[in-house]
């Protein structure tokens, strides 16, 4: 519902009948408002899952922690919502339509990976190129699994079932392209002699060149509010770093090296981002523009980007050497990283959040 029951009237009954409910006159039960004009799928197996007392029960959480903190707490972020079951997913996504929707992903990675090694087409890459797979490629896997982590530990704290289902899935799509290009990176070293699956940890670990990324990505992790964190990654890391390396230099780049089977592989993160995106901007233009609250979310939202911001930057502009690599160059590093910038001063303003000064610089 728009507002909870205990905003229009307090109960002090639970008797049959004593309160008036979204669909109580309808043929078709309904217990909650829709979106639209009729209840979706993705609503009715998501919608309410997770109990809130103050929708519909008179006593409050049966169970609690040691300190008394209830079950599902709206302390848990310092983002405030008038009605925090407003907010729907943008892709409509729930337990079925994931795994269905992951096993195709996975399913045409398998499919592309063994016929590119059928047809010799691994062996075709040019040398250099593999070093950078062999040592950036592998070092960006752990990028993308430091993410994964931190949104699947943010989706427990949710307040709603849809928020903690699109966070999430948010979780599920990052852990699984680590695991993708972990995979792919040990199918193609069985084609190319003396390739070095463990080059990837040790320039994650020691190359300054990875450095600043894995500040940001552990300064994502550590943060306590998880809201912070969904919006961290996806309203300022996946543009400003993500992106940068895998749409800037990966799916620009591969293709002149003899390499059309990466992009392949890497678009998969690609389309998952689209969907990420479209949920995060969703909940947080909802917050930001909220008729209570929205003024100091959207101060809230400000410090967010520019903390993880100057981070998401300083590791942008230390990727700048991979770019130098490849023997043919067909990207501009500073092009990448401008549009890079671009597109997440147009997340920010999309959710109606001032893009620093600093980082448009």
């Known amino acids: 519902m728009s507002t909870s029951l205990q905003e229009v009237a307090p109960m002090k009954s639970g008797a049959a009948g004593a309160a008036q409910f ?92 063994n016929n590119a090694r059928r047809s010799g087409a691994v062996k075709r890459f040019d040398k250099t190129w593999v070093k950078v797979l062999e040592q950036h490629l592998g070092a960006y896997k752990h990028a993308e699994f430091g993410l994964g982590t931190a949104a699947m530990h943010a989706q427990r704290y949710g307040y709603t079932q849809m928020i903690n289902s699109a966070i999430l899935t948010n979780a599920s799509y990052k852990l699984r392209f680590a695991q993708d290009l972990t995979l792919y990176l040990g199918e193609i070293a069985l084609d ?59 799916m620009q780049v591969a293709a002149s090296q003899n390499d059309f089977l990466t992009p392949t592989v890497v678009s998969a993160a690609e389309g998952d981002y689209e969907r990420n995106l479209a949920n995060a ?34 590791a942008a502009k230390h990727l700048q050497p991979i770019w130098s690599i490849p023997h043919v160059k067909t990207a501009q590093f500073n092009d990448c990283l401008s549009s890079s910038i671009e597109r997440a001063e147009m997340i920010a303003r999309e959710i109606g959040v001032h893009f620093p000064l600093t980082l448009q610089a």
């Open 22 to 113: 979204a669909g109580s006159e309808s043929r078709k039960y309904n217990y909650f408002e829709p979106k639209g004009r009729k209840a979706t799928h993705y609503e009715d197996m998501t919608v309410d899952v997770q109990p809130d007392p103050k929708r519909y029960l008179l006593q409050d959480w049966i169970l609690a922690f040691a300190d008394g903190t209830p079950t599902y707490s709206e302390t848990w972020t310092a983002v405030k919502s008038t009605d925090w079951h407003k907010f729907r997913a943008v892709d409509e996504e729930w337990e079925r339509t994931h795994y269905q929707r992951q096993s195709t992903i996975v399913g045409m990675i398998t499919g592309a990976v």
């Open 192 to 250: 190319l002699a003396n390739m070095d699956l463990d080059a990837g940890k040790e320039h994650w670990l020691n190359d300054p060149i990875w450095q600043e990324t894995r500040r940001a990505v552990e300064a994502i992790g550590g943060a306590t509010d998880f809201l912070e964190k969904y919006f961290a990654v996806n309203v300022v890391f996946e543009p400003m770093v993500a992106d940068l390396f895998r749409s800037g230099f990966i």
């Open 281 to 314: 901007v969703e909940l947080f233009h909802m917050l930001a523009n909220d008729p209570r609250h929205g003024e100091a979310n959207r101060k809230l939202f400000g410090e967010w980007l520019e903390k993880h911001g100057a981070l998401a930057a300083s």
